[in-house]
């Protein structure tokens, strides 16, 4: 199978969504491809009931509706998407760029936007967990509902493990969550929306078990060499996750710590590829889905001339009649 399109998009989370919308409506054509099998990316797979504040306009909006939203813009661009494969390969020659993805798929683009998030990731394990995935243990929270009424434990000190706290603590019967620290790196405002609510929170702690006949019932936990054991019919395991580029890494541009290095019109190393979102990296970076909107704008700016040179970089405000 050959794809023909003016600009290839790699991944199809917020960012690349917008990005494909914004194509259109420079009158590009477009592809859309991710390894996932949902559009929507790292917020559809993980976080889709989480509450998100940093979209202009929006005080707070789910993250299921974000994308929803996302992707009925995306599609007035009538944009091809190509789920469930990932790119493998890229060539380049004077007239475009041809990717191959890994079911055999051939895609032919004028320039390539690279807006892989994080990349392909995998959650990290939890030590007493082994064996107990999917009989209470679980890595994400897609839904709130199984929760409801049962006693859990989330292990993890970050904004995934605050977050849930947060919005389970009004439906689970407790919740406790357990960090081997006493200091936290979630978003302060929410460590201290937790701390105000009735979540029992237990730092320089670690969960040593977990315990069950068939599913999870209890779990232990040592503070101090001291074992405290406590009612657990959900464990969740925030703990973060191994992310890396996957081939893309391959194909020789200029990476640090897993990101892309882009320059202020969003340009690569390389010819006709561009990068947006959270996958970027340049002096200043700041990693929010905002911002991510904003660098898709100016990277299908950039790309438009790259694909047609006597194109302008800036088509005019979007509110402009015809």
């Known amino acids: 199978m050959t794809v023909d399109t003016d600009l290839l998009i790699i991944g199809a989370g917020p960012t690349g969504l917008f990005a494909a919308y914004y194509a259109g409506f420079r009158g590009l054509r477009t592809a859309l491809v991710d390894s996932l099998p949902e559009l929507g990316g790292q917020v559809t797979a993980m976080y889709p009931e989480k509450q998100i504040l940093d979209i202009a306009g929006f005080p707070t909006v789910k993250g299921r509706d974000l994308v929803a939203g996302l992707v009925e813009q995306a599609n007035t661009a009538k944009p091809e998407y190509l789920l469930e494969r990932t790119a493998q390969t890229l060539e380049h020659d004077d007239d475009g760029v041809t990717v191959g993805l890994d079911d055999g798929t051939v895609v032919r683009a004028g320039a390539v936007l690279i807006t892989a998030g994080i990349g392909r990731f995998s959650p990290r394990p939890l030590p007493a967990g082994e064996g107990w995935l999917g009989r209470g243990l679980e890595f994400f929270v897609p839904s709130f509902a199984p929760y409801a009424g049962r006693d859990v434990v989330i292990v993890g000190g970050g904004d995934s493990a605050f977050d849930w706290a947060l919005h389970l603590e009004p439906v689970a019967s407790s919740v406790t969550l357990v960090h081997r620290r006493d200091a936290f790196r979630a978003h302060a405002r929410t460590v201290e929306q937790v701390r ?3 979540v029992r929170i237990v730092t320089n702690a670690e969960v040593s078990a977990l315990r069950g006949e068939g599913t999870v019932a209890e779990v232990d936990v040592v503070v101090g ?9 959900a464990v969740v395991a925030a703990l973060g996750f191994v992310a890396d580029l996957g081939p893309i890494q391959g194909w020789g541009l200029e990476v640090s710590k897993r990101h892309v290095i882009v320059d202020p019109s969003m340009r690569t ?32 700016n950039n790309a438009a001339v790259a694909i047609d040179p006597s194109a302008k970089v800036f088509p005019g405000h979007s509110s402009e009649g015809s």
């Open 225 to 233: 060499g001291e074992t405290t054991t406590h009612p657990a019919q």
């Open 269 to 300: 190393n390389l010819p006709r590829v561009f990068a947006a979102g959270d996958v970027t990296d340049y002096p200043g970076k700041v990693r929010l889905i905002a911002v991510g909107f904003g660098e898709a704008a100016t990277a299908v």
């Open 196 to 198: 105000a609510s009735s």
